[in-house]
């Protein structure tokens, strides 16, 4: 069964303190691994897709990395609006679909 | 990217009682997914929905429970039958948006007294 663990549960920043949340996960045949951004009382809003260990992509200050068993999330110099939960999620074949297994998400919040 | 329009946002139902979220996208798409949020918990897949035929509900979730029509490619519908308050939660719809990984709609909160 496919799992992913992402820590911390909640992490809370001051405004330019640089930090890197953790998605761990456990798959059989990893086809992409997403990060998301979810806003409260909004879906998830998609950020990046990952799909081969040592590839990194960058978005403002967001960056997403990616080994064989996990994936980081590094936010350099956060501002307050970057506070929001951050969803990690996998990709893999079953049956004849893909499907996306999601850890639980860090509530990031940075201060000003 | 897809845009997609769910609704209700949010109801307030009783027991027993069932209701229909319905998820509108703006392009054509050829699979459309049903997902519940449950506070604190991740996001689950309850069912993938091809046009044309019957939906793949995940391990857990039944047609009976929770059943989907997807009349046409740009439309799905999802009811949760037979409420009870262990159904309150937050229930989504995606679309695989190619370039975009996969759209959410924003979601339909919904509390069962």
């Known amino acids: 069964e496919d799992q992913v663990t992402q820590s911390p549960e909640a992490l809370r920043l001051q405004e330019g303190e640089s930090s890197s949340l953790n998605c761990s996960y456990t798959?059989?045949?990893?086809?992409?691994l997403f990060w998301y951004r979810q806003d409260p009382g909004k879906g998830p809003e998609f950020l990046f897709t990952?799909?081969?260990a040592g590839e990194e992509k960058e978005k403002e200050r967001l960056k997403a990395t990616l080994t064989k068993k996990e994936s980081f999330l590094h936010i350099t110099a956060p501002k307050p609006e970057d506070s929001a939960t951050y969803l990690c999620?996998?990709?893999?074949?079953?049956?004849?679909?893909?499907?996306?297994?999601f850890g639980k998400g860090t509530l990031l919040t940075v201060n000003p | 990217s897809a845009v997609i329009s769910q609704k209700p946002s949010r109801d307030i139902c009783q027991r027993g009682t069932s209701l229909t979220i319905q998820c509108q996208v703006d392009?054509?798409?050829?699979?459309m997914f049903w997902y519940r949020q449950q506070p604190g918990q991740s996001l689950t897949l309850i069912a993938t929905?091809?046009?044309?035929?019957?939906?793949?509900?995940e391990s857990g979730f039944v047609i009976d429970k929770f059943p989907i029509s997807r009349p046409n490619l740009t439309f799905s519908t999802l009811t949760v039958s037979n409420m009870s308050p262990e159904d309150s939660s937050i229930y989504l719809c995606?679309?695989?948006?190619?370039?975009?990984?996969?759209?959410f709609g924003s979601g339909t909160r919904l509390t069962v007294v």
């Open positions: 798959v059989s045949g990893l086809r992409g």
């Open positions: 999620a996998v990709q893999a074949r079953r049956g004849s679909n893909y499907k996306l297994t």
């Open positions: 392009s054509q798409v050829t699979m």
């Open positions: 990952l799909y081969s």
């Open positions: 995606s679309v695989d948006d190619l370039n975009y990984g996969y759209t």
């Open positions: 929905a091809n046009q044309g035929s019957e939906a793949t509900y």
